[in-house]
C-alpha cells in the first residue's frame, strides 16, 4: 500500500524566505510526527498530532515554526524568514497508535537548504 | 529513552545471516524494542519491535533475552539492500512516544 508522502523532495530557498512542507500520511494513521536530521546527526522531535487532539509543539525550536494537520489527514509544516541553521532533512512519520507498541512509518523527507 | 549499546559497524556477505546485537542493561519493565534502519538519502524504515517474547515478521526477526537486558536483530540471508545503519531503541510506555536515534550499526553488506 502506499506509504508516508512527503513534498517537495528537495527545497532551495534563500535566507527570510517562507517555506511550506507537506505530508500525507498513511491512510488511517492517527498519529503524525514531525523530525528533523541534520547531516549525521540524529532525529530531533518537532510537533505531534494525535487525532483532533491540540498538537504538542514542546520540539518546536522557535516561533518561525508551525504545524497545522487538517482534517486528521495531511500536515503543513511551516517556516517563516528561514536561517541558514534551519537547513536540514525535515522527515514526517505517522502511525496507528500513540504509544510505544506502534511503529512509526517514515517518509523520505524534505531536504530544505537555506542559502 | 534509555539508552542503548550497538557495535559501530559489522560486515556481511550476501545472502549469509546478520545477527545485529544490542546491549539495553538499564531497560525497566513496560520499555518496547524497536529497530529501524535508514539507507543513504531516505527516511528511517521500521523493521521490527517487541516486549518480551521473540518476534518475527517477513523483514527480520528479534531475539530478546530472558532477562531483557539484551536483543538480537537477525537478517536470516542479508542481500545489498540491507546496507544501512540499523537503530536499537527502547521505547517508554508513557503517553505518546518519540523516537531518539543514537549512532546505530552501520551493516555493510558484499557481493
Known amino acids: 500500500g502506499a506509504g508516508v508522502s512527503q513534498s517537495p523532495s528537495n527545497k532551495v530557498t534563500e535566507k527570510g524566505k517562507d517555506v511550506e512542507l507537506r505530508c500525507d500520511p498513511i491512510?488511517?494513521?492517527?498519529?503524525l510526527y514531525w523530525y528533523r536530521q541534520s547531516l549525521g546527526q540524529g532525529l530531533e522531535f518537532l510537533i505531534y498530532?494525535?487525532?483532533?487532539?491540540?498538537?504538542?509543539k514542546s520540539g518546536l525550536p522557535s516561533d518561525r515554526f508551525s504545524a497545522e494537520r487538517t482534517g486528521g489527514s495531511v500536515s503543513t509544516l511551516t517556516i517563516q524568514r528561514t536561517q541558514q541553521e534551519d537547513s536540514a532533512v525535515y522527515l514526517c512519520?505517522?502511525?496507528?497508535?500513540?504509544?510505544?507498541?506502534?511503529?512509526?512509518?517514515f517518509g523520505d523527507g524534505t531536504r530544505l537548504s537555506i542559502l | 529513552d534509555a539508552k542503548t549499546t550497538q557495535p559501530n559497524s559489522m560486515e556481511s556477505n550476501e545472502e549469509e545471516p546478520v545477527h545485529l546485537p544490542c546491549n539495553h542493561s538499564?531497560?525497566?519493565?513496560?520499555?518496547?524494542i524497536h529497530w529501524y534502519r535508514q539507507l543513504p538519502s531516505q527516511g528511517p524504515e521500521y523493521v521490527i519491535h517487541?516486549?518480551?517474547s521473540n518476534v518475527n515478521n517477513r523483514m527480520a526477526s528479534l531475539a530478546i533475552a530472558e532477562d531483557r537486558k539484551s536483543s538480537t536483530l537477525i537478517l536470516h540471508r542479508a542481500t545489498l539492500r540491507d546496507a544501512a545503519v540499523y537503530y536499537c531503541?527502547?521505547?517508554?510506555?508513557?503517553?505518546?512516544?518519540?523516537?531518539?536515534f543514537g549512532k546505530g550499526t552501520m551493516l555493510l553488506v558484499s557481493p
Open positions: 531503541i527502547l521505547r517508554e510506555n508513557s503517553g505518546y512516544s518519540t523516537l531518539t
Open positions: 538499564t531497560i525497566s519493565g513496560t520499555d518496547y
Open positions: 512519520a505517522s502511525s496507528p497508535g500513540r504509544g510505544p507498541g506502534w511503529p512509526q512509518h
Open positions: 498530532f494525535q487525532g483532533n487532539s491540540a498538537p504538542d
Open positions: 517487541g516486549l518480551t
Open positions: 491512510s488511517g494513521h492517527t498519529a
